[in-house]
């Protein structure tokens, strides 16, 4: 695999679109094994970096939520679906 930005420098969507590349690179089977278990381990960390984020805006929006008399109101948000999870 080439020359990686460090995970934490990305945002959201650069992270997002790496997984897909590495996903889409796996899923063709043309990749030696070690270029395989590199990207794996890379898209594991991509995946935990995501679902971190997307955890922390939704408790974000969470504490945002207040009732119509003004008072604050923790609404517990939807989880987030993971159906893409990466599964390998």
Do not use: C, F, H, N
């Not at 992270?15 to 030696?32: K, P």
């Amino acid at each position: 695999m080439a020359e990686t930005k460090p995970i934490e420098e990305m945002s959201y969507k650069e992270a997002s679109q790496e997984l897909e590349r590495i996903i889409r690179s796996l899923e063709s089977g043309d990749l030696e094994l070690e270029e395989s278990l590199e990207g794996y381990t890379r898209g594991v960390e991509l995946l935990k970096s995501l679902r971190s984020r997307l955890a922390a805006a939704e408790q974000k929006v969470s504490v945002l939520m207040k009732d119509v008399d003004g008072t604050e109101t923790l609404v517990a948000a939807a989880p987030a679906d993971d159906s893409d999870a990466l599964r390998l």
